[in-house]
Every structure is written in structure tokens, then in C-alpha cells.
């Protein structure tokens, strides 16, 4: 999950994930033949996107209910109340972010 969060904040970065589509190629074999084909990026991050999107959108809302049963509480009792670990504290900082009209890597950009 905290992969997931990195990578999917990285490809969201200002244009980066336009300059990944322009920038790295991968190739696919199949094994049983002796022909590499070039693949598309996009197959992949596009799916991921969705998935990740899809995945976020759940978890705003949880935290979107507990911000109005609890709205003068810190990012760790968000964080716990949610199951997310130490370890997962910038997916909450992020999502909170974005509650708040802000961007996802809001606090990157300061």
C-alpha cells in the first residue's frame, strides 16, 4: 500500500507521468517465440490509475465521515481510526490534503 501511494504520487507529479509515456519503452516476450514486441506504458499505468483512484475514492470517504464526526482531531487519530500504520502516514496526510482543496503532494511543493 505504501508503494503503491509512492508510485501513484510520483506519476501524478506536475506532467511526469506525460514525460514517462514519452521517455521509457518496455518490450514484452512471450518465451515460446523469438519476437520482443514494444508495449505501451499507458496499458499499464492507465490501469493502475483506475485501480489506485478507484481505491482512494473509498478511503476519502471514510475519512471525509470521520472528519465531520470528529473535525477538530489530529492526523493521528485519523490515522489510527482508519488501520493505517506509522508507516502509511503520508497516504493520510495526502488524502487529508486533498479534503482540504489542496493537491495530493501539497506539502512536497512548500
Partial sequence: MVKSDLIYRILIYRNNLDKFH?????????GDDDQIDKVNLSEYTGEFLI???????QE?????????????????????????TTRQLRIIQ??????NGEGRNSYYDE
Fill in 60 to 84: 476519502l470517504k471514510k475519512l471525509a465521515q470521520l472528519k465531520l464526526e470528529y473535525p477538530q482531531k489530529d492526523t493521528k487519530f485519523y490515522r489510527e481510526e482508519m488501520g493505517y
Fill in 94 to 99: 495526502g488524502y487529508l490534503s486533498e479534503l
Fill in 22 to 30: 514519452k521517455i521509457i519503452s518496455i518490450y514484452k516476450w512471450e
Fill in 51 to 57: 485501480y489506485k483512484t478507484q481505491f482512494d475514492i
